[in-house]
């Protein structure tokens, strides 16, 4: 897997065309990992991106690592939802195919962060573990070369770690300077599942139901814009610079095409120091900004409940 993507979440910000283009200009660029999703809405045009790619020889499918995530309101259909991916993307596989939310519990896009869903239920083991074996069937079948797991915590994937036929690739999960989950982080590496970390520059253009006060952006800290300072690059750099150095792949989101080039230009070089990488270690804040409030379900106390 390459140790670095681009995200393709607009963030209800950027237009599915001005993402295709972003990923058509990016893996011309050099990026091989692109993160989909058939909730981020843009799986056609992207599709349309990656079909041009190859008609002009620019990458061979072989060459890229595609993902993609079943959305929670389609954990009883599975193999339906991936064949749905597939067919707009334009592909025959996928790389790695996540359980995007470990919780069946839908909410329209684009909901406020107030709004929930009667519906909605806490975590079961039973209920993940049956989507599981749909994505092991989705493997046998070579539809996906690989499963991945996707906003878990350390005691959820102990709980199904030992019911997996097909262990986990992936794991993606909020990861940057302010919120650097070090105990999954080492968990992850430890059973060999790759951590992809997401918003990983503190995700500065998101949705405003994703926004609180309190909420802490990792490229304002000043332990990151002394280091930056140091080396003479954006807070963005050190931020990925820092995902890698850690284990992890950051999937920086972009349509941008001087960020998106720079993104992937600094993780090629010029490493943090040791020094460095203790001076963000304890700079972490545990602020999580991704908190999936409306999933919660009737009775829970607040958005910590489905982190535990
Ligand atoms: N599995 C999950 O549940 C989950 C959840 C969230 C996200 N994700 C994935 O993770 C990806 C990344 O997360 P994200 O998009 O929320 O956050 P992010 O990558 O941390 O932040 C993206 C924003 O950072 C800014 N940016 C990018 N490169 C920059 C640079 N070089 N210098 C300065 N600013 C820069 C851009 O802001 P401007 O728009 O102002 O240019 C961009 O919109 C998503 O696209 C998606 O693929 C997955």
């Known amino acids: 897997m ?3 993507g681009l995200g393709t979440f607009g ?49 061979r499918r072989d060459e890229l690592f595609i993902t993609s995530k079943v959305w929670n309101d389609h954990h009883r259909e599975v193999g ?12 025959s596989y996928l790389d790695l195919y996540f359980i995007h939310w470990p919780y069946p519990n839908y909410h329209a896009p684009g909901c406020s962060g107030d709004a929930r869903n009667p519906d909605s239920v806490p975590f079961s083991v039973e209920e993940f ?6 994505c092991e069937e989705l493997y046998r079948e070579g539809l996906i070369r690989a499963i991945g797991v996707s906003n878990m915590t350390v005691s959820k994937l102990k709980k199904t770690l030992p019911k997996m036929e097909i262990m986990p690739s992936a794991l993606e999960a909020e990861l940057h300077p302010a919120h650097q989950q070090p105990e999954l982080l080492s968990f992850a590496l430890e059973n060999e599942i790759r951590p992809i970390g997401f918003c990983p520059l503190g995700s500065p253009s998101r949705p405003e139901r994703d926004r609180a006060d309190g909420d802490i952006a990792a490229m304002e800290m000043p332990e990151i814009r002394r280091i930056a ?17 850690s284990g992890a792949a950051p999937i920086p989101f972009s349509v941008k095409e001087a960020q998106y080039k720079s993104n992937l230009d600094c993780v090629c ?40």
């Open 269 to 308: 070089g010029d490493p943090l120091s040791a020094d460095e990488m203790e001076t963000i270690r304890r700079a972490d804040k545990n602020c999580r900004l991704v908190k999936g409030q409306v999933f919660l379900w009737e009775g829970a106390s607040d958005w910590r409940e489905l982190w535990t």
């Open 129 to 134: 573990m049956d989507t599981y074996r749909q």
């Open 80 to 91: 339906a939802a991936c064949r749905r991916s597939l067919d707009a993307l334009g592909l």
């Open 229 to 245: 300072e140091a080396h003479g690059v954006h807070p963005a750099a050190v931020c990925l610079k820092w995902a890698v150095q």
């Open 2 to 4: 390459p140790v670095i």
């Open 11 to 59: 963030s209800d910000k950027y237009t599915a065309e001005e993402i295709a283009a972003a990923v058509y200009g990016a893996v011309k660029y050099g990026y091989r990992l692109i993160d989909c999703a058939e909730v981020y809405g843009n799986e056609a045009e992207i599709g349309g991106a990656l079909g041009r790619l190859f008609d002009e020889g620019v990458v």
